[in-house]
């Protein structure tokens, strides 16, 4: 039997940025949708992002100037891509460790013994 855990939303929400970013980080531009199903595919549908919290945060790296956009006619859709910009890919670099320095800290924390899957 096959059990597929989806995390909290609370959890979630607390790392959104940080997975968007990185991301973000390993190509050169995507569109929101795909996105989220580049999210559920390496997460085995265990990360879900709705549009209801990607596109708010999309918006936000936007104004902060972490991510430019541009839109492309396709057929009759536009769609928009996001790309990193020079900050972005900085600020990047700088969530990836500071969440990597989390786990680290709450496998101490929590006594955790590392490679092991809890279920």
């Known amino acids: ?17 940080t997975i968007v970013l990185k991301l973000l980080s390993e190509t050169e531009k995507m569109y929101g949708y795909e996105i989220t199903q580049k999210v559920k595919e390496l997460t085995d549908s265990k990360i879900v992002i709705t549009e209801g919290a990607l596109y708010p945060l999309l918006h936000q790296l936007e104004a ?4 430019t956009t541009e839109t492309v006619n396709i057929g009759k859709r536009v769609r928009k891509y996001y790309t990193l910009t020079q900050t972005g890919n900085e600020r990047a670099k700088e969530k990836i460790y500071e969440f990597a320095d989390f786990i680290n800290t709450m496998t101490i924390l929590l006594d955790l013994k590392p490679n092991i899957k809890y279920v």
Do not use: P
């Not at 939303?9 to 959104?16: A, Y």
């Open 64 to 67: 902060e100037g972490i991510v």
């Open 1 to 17: 039997m096959y059990l597929c855990v989806m995390y909290s939303s609370e959890l979630i929400k607390g790392t959104l940025k």
